[in-house]
């Protein structure tokens, strides 16, 4: 009877042990999924905005301000969830796009994060006013993009 116990035990153990490590590694594929999402988001958006500022498509102030507007919607969103320790390319076993310091300076990523609040929010006043104003605010936008890329992303 205590070798069929001490057996049952040792058998629940060891599958909570196991559930819970892939519940665990389902949460940071998740989360690296969803960054990936939101980095997909931000260049859509972007992109509508940078083509209309470069002239490669015809200006519009209501495709402008939505694309504006949903930018700083996505700047906006409280993403330190998505960035769990552990839940890196590398560490999950896919190609990584960002450099391995990424993770071992977060707090920088952080800060960074700031200049991209600023340029979305100067973007989402005046997108929708006129090219021009348009043309502008790319310069803040993409510099904040440029100053995370440059330091945290590996080169294609």
Request: aromatic share 6%; proline share 3%.
């Amino acid at each position: 009877m205590k070798t069929i116990l001490k057996s049952t035990i040792f058998a629940i153990c060891a599958t909570v042990c196991l559930t819970g490590t892939a519940v665990a590694d389902g949460h940071l594929e998740k989360a690296a999924s969803a960054r990936k999402a939101v980095m997909q988001l931000y260049s859509f958006n972007l992109g509508q905005l940078g083509a209309m500022a470069k002239g490669a498509v015809e200006y519009n102030s209501e495709t402008a301000s939505a694309a504006a507007n949903n930018l700083l919607a996505l700047v906006s969103m409280n993403q330190g969830p998505l960035w769990p320790q552990g839940s890196d390319y590398v560490s999950l076993g896919h190609e990584a796009g960002a450099m391995p310091e990424i993770w071992s300076t977060y707090p920088a990523i952080t800060e960074k994060s700031k200049a991209l609040m600023v340029g979305a929010t100067n973007m989402a006043k005046v997108a929708g006013m006129d090219l021009a104003s348009l043309q502008g605010a790319m310069g803040g936008v993409g510099g904040a993009c440029g100053g995370c890329h440059k330091v945290f992303r590996k080169k294609k």
